[in-house]
């Protein structure tokens, strides 16, 4: 079992940035995708961002230019940063480490963009 813990929500006004962060219990970023969803209020969970092992990545059209995903080998980390929020990016955040086998999630992070 692997456990995986997003931080780096907070509140933030629009046009501002975030940085999320996730951290497994085992070093699992190089073995498998991994990928950022949100769900905000009223919303249903929906794909923000993903990377593979090879260190492709892929982003949501509402997100593209804006977000940007990585890993951080060193800090056995998959960061989300976040830039030029806007409020309709309040939601929580969850991080997904999944393969056809496994699919661990973590328990979000929440972001809220207001003035």
Same mark, same amino acid.
Not at 36 to 42: A, D, I, S, V
Not at 75 to 84: A, E
Not at 102 to 112: E, P
């Given at each position: ?34 990928? /950022? ?67 661990? /999630? ?10």
């Amino acid at each position: 079992q692997v456990q995986l813990v997003e931080s780096g929500g907070d509140l933030v006004q629009p046009g501002g940035s975030l940085r999320l962060s996730c951290a497994a219990s085992r070093n699992i970023f190089p073995l498998y995708p991994i990928a /950022w969803y949100r769900q905000g209020p009223g919303k249903q969970r929906e794909l923000v961002a993903t990377i593979t092992p090879g260190g492709i990545t892929n982003y949501a059209d509402s997100v593209k230019g804006r977000f940007t995903i990585s890993r951080d080998n060193a800090r056995n980390s998959v960061d989300l940063q976040m830039d030029s929020l806007k409020p309709e990016d309040t939601a929580v955040y969850y991080c997904n480490a999944r393969n056809s086998v496994v699919n661990y /999630w973590g328990q979000g992070t929440q972001v809220t963009v207001s003035s």
